[in-house]
T-cell receptor
């Protein structure tokens, strides 16, 4: 069972370049989300989706776009990369969004913007 | 608003030592509490959880008790192993935060043989 798959694992971008971080899950989960992890700051929510065709902003959405055309896929787009977006990015999914639901995470994408 | 505070790391212990990682929370409602673990080079995975006051979550020798009176959810293990070296995150989910997970900053644990 693959779970949550993120690609790529590592990426270096130049300032101003664009790229898409891919995320796919095979658990038929409705809820998917993107986080960034920075030292000393825990995980911060970027965007999330409660189902195909529905997305919403999290705590730190600026500079990022998302779409959810299928239940399985939830790509994160950086339109014009900035050094402040250097971080580790995690995609997560869960069956639903309730008090007790377990979140499943991908292995992360380490992004460096130079 | 809701928040989670964890003890700063890194925490360095010798193998077979007793572990405590402190976690306190602020919440307006009645949250569920979680500990997630991130092993080197991997994503986070659920370690244990507790859904109401006085519940004890346990897994892989780790335990945490939901203490509403002290708003705490400290992680403990009686005898740590080198393989427990990881980053540990405390988190809460609350209806007042629309069920979004609210995360602590993480505590890096280093176990020396």
């Amino acid at each position: 069972n693959a779970g949550v798959t993120q690609t790529p694992k590592f990426q270096v971008l130049k300032t101003g370049q664009s790229m898409t971080l891919q995320c796919a899950q095979d658990m038929n989960h409705e809820y998917m989300s993107w986080y960034r992890q920075d030292p000393g700051m825990g995980l911060r929510l970027i965007h999330y989706s409660v189902g195909a065709g529905i997305t919403d902003q999290g705590e730190v959405p600026n500079g990022y776009n998302v779409s959810r055309s299928t239940t399985e896929d939830f790509p994160l787009r950086l339109l014009s990369a900035a050094p402040s977006q250097t971080s580790v990015y995690f995609c997560a999914s869960s069956y639903d969004r309730t008090l007790n639901t377990e979140a499943f995470f991908g292995q992360g994408t380490r992004l460096t913007v130079v | 608003g809701n928040s989670v505070t964890q003890m700063e790391g890194p925490v360095t212990l010798s193998e077979e030592a007793f572990l405590t990682i402190n976690c306190t929370y602020t919440a307006t409602g009645y949250p569920s509490l979680f500990w997630y673990v991130q092993y080197p080079g991997e994503g986070l995975q659920l370690l244990l959880k507790a859904t109401k006051a006085d519940d004890k979550g346990s897994n892989k020798g780790f335990e945490a008790t939901y203490r509403k009176e002290t708003t705490s959810f400290h992680l403990e293990k009686g005898s740590v192993q080198v393989s427990d070296s990881a980053v540990y995150f405390c988190a809460l989910s609350d209806v007042d935060s629309n069920y979004q997970l609210i995360w602590g900053a993480g505590t890096k644990l280093i176990i020396k043989p």
